[in-house]
Every structure is written in C-alpha cells, then in structure tokens.
C-alpha cells in the first residue's frame, strides 16, 4: 500500500531522527580552558599557602595568573585554529591544480577510494563519472576523503579563542573564590582544595558525558590529575620554605 508515492516501508525511515553530537570542536575548547584553569590557579594558590602567604597576596596572585593564563591559552587556540586554517587552504589549493593538471590520475584515485568500501567497477564508475562533472564537488570528496580534512568554519580560530579563554577564567575563579572571604590562607586552602575537587568531578564527569567516555572514570582522573598537580606545588612551595 502506498500514500502519496511513498511507501509504507519508508515510513518508519521518514520518521526516524538521528542524534549525532556535533559541537565537538567547541567541547574540546571549553575542555582545555577549564582543565588548565581549575589545576593552574589551583597548584598556584596551593604552592603560596605551603609558603604562608597571605589571602590577600594569593588572591592577588591567582587572579594575575587567571587573566595571563586565560590570555595565553586563547591566543594558543586561535593560532592553532589558525594554522589548521591555512594547512586546509594549502591543500585545497594543491588538491585543485591536480585535478586540472593530471584529472585522470585523480578520478583514478576517486575509484581507488570507493573500492575500498566494497564497490565494484561497474558500481562506482557512474559516481566518478558524476564527480568528474562537477569540478566544486570533486574537491570536496578528495578533500575530505582522500586527505581527511574537513573544511573550518570561517571564524573558527576567534570563537576558539574566546572559548578557551573563557573557559580558563571560569575554571580559574573555583579555587580562588575561598580565598576571597577567608582571610586566613591555610583556612582558604582547606576549602579552595574541597571546592575544586568538587569543581573537578563535575567537570570530569560532564567531560566523560559528551566525549563518550565513562564518566565516573573520567571524573576520578580529572579529579587525581588536579590532586596531583597542586600537591606537587604545595610540596615544592614547603621545601623552598625550608
């Protein structure tokens, strides 16, 4: 039986909706910017308390660090962007002066690709022939299928740098925020430690969450990294003390 040309079988395909995470370049930014911010600012505050500083010059200090770090880290991500960028261009550029000068060697790689998921000759020949119309959409397969590089987003490098550096403040401003109403530094510390943990956790298990991981795993290693990073600080602090 059919309805308006489309049958019955396709029905339960019309109505099927895929869900596919796609942000997954904004996701790895906020990942890095929080990451660095929670155990940088973190080990920082906890290495000046183990050399008895005060509140006041620990949170002086952690917040010139928040706003260096986030500085550093964002311009880190937009050159980073920045030089995927480029590469992809590079290529491209590359890519089309070989399907204008050697096309037969190119459609010869176009066949050489689809074979490998199992297409016949007499299968893929009408698709390189198609393709080999179609100039545009002729790089865009080699480009993705034959080097594996997706196109980037135009504003892909400043919104990566926002991102991060963004993120870095967020995750910098947990473990400084107890030394902003406790006066007393090893008090501070004792809550600054409990907060980030905490702060670590979460984020680790948010973390573990979206990347497809186990996210109790992936908490409990976001959590010993950043134990260890400012146990290392406040050790090395003690010794140059003494």
Known sequence: MEEEGISTTMKPLLSHTEKHFTAGEVVR???IGVSDGLTVPFALAAG?????ASSSIILTAGLAEVAAGAISMGLGGYLAAKSEADHYMREMKRE????INVPDTEAAEIAEILS???LEPHEYGPVVNAL???????LEFMMKFELGLEKPHPRRALE????????????GLVPLVPYMFIPIARKAVLTSVVVTLVALLFFGYVKGHFMGSRPVRSALQTAFV?????AAAFGIARVVQA
């Open 29 to 31: 930014d906020i990942i």
């Open 96 to 99: 089309e002066e070989e399907i």
């Open 160 to 171: 990566s740098a926002f991102t991060i550096a963004l993120a870095y403040i967020v995750g």
């Open 48 to 52: 000046l308390s183990g050399a008895n």
């Open 226 to 230: 950043g134990a260890i990073a400012s």
């Open 132 to 138: 080999c119309k179609n100039p545009k959409a002729w």
């Open 116 to 118: 490998q998921y199992g």
